[in-house]
Nanobody, 122 residues
Framework: QVQLVESGGGLVQAGGSLRLSCAASGRTYSTYAMGWFRQAPGKEREFVGGINRSGGTYYGDSVKGRFTISRDNAKNTVYLQMNSLKPEDTATYYC????????????????WGQGTQVTVSS
């Protein structure tokens, strides 16, 4: 069982940066691949990026070159560094965990956090 808690969301101007954190409980955290998803009002939850157990990262097309995912297994925490933010990045951001490798599909993830709101003003 893994419990996930996101933090770091907030209001930022376009072009600014935010860093989200996702703290995980559970002794087996390091064996999970971690994903970040986001959901804007009226839209589907979409894959932002993910990081596998060995640190390999994957990103959605809309955030490549702007967002960076990292993990600190000693702290049971995964991070999403978001730079050059745009108004279209406004959404609730969720972290998720799954056994195995990173998946682009939300249905493949076993555990989810409660989400943190990111709002980017123009």
């Amino acid at each position: 069982q893994v419990q996930l808690v996101e933090s770091g969301g907030g209001l930022v101007q376009a072009g600014g940066s935010l860093r989200l954190s996702c703290a995980a409980s559970g002794r087996t955290y390091s064996t999970y691949a971690m994903g970040w998803f986001r959901q804007a009002p009226g839209k589907e939850r979409e894959f932002v990026g993910g990081i596998n157990r060995s640190g390999g990262t994957y990103y959605g097309d809309s955030v490549k070159g702007r967002f960076t995912i990292s993990r600190d297994n000693a702290k049971n925490t995964v991070y999403l560094q978001m730079n050059s933010l745009k108004p279209e990045d406004t959404a609730t951001y969720y972290c998720a965990a799954r056994v195995g490798g990173v998946s682009y599909y939300k249905s493949d993830y076993d555990y989810w956090g409660q989400g943190t709101q990111v709002t980017v003003s123009s």
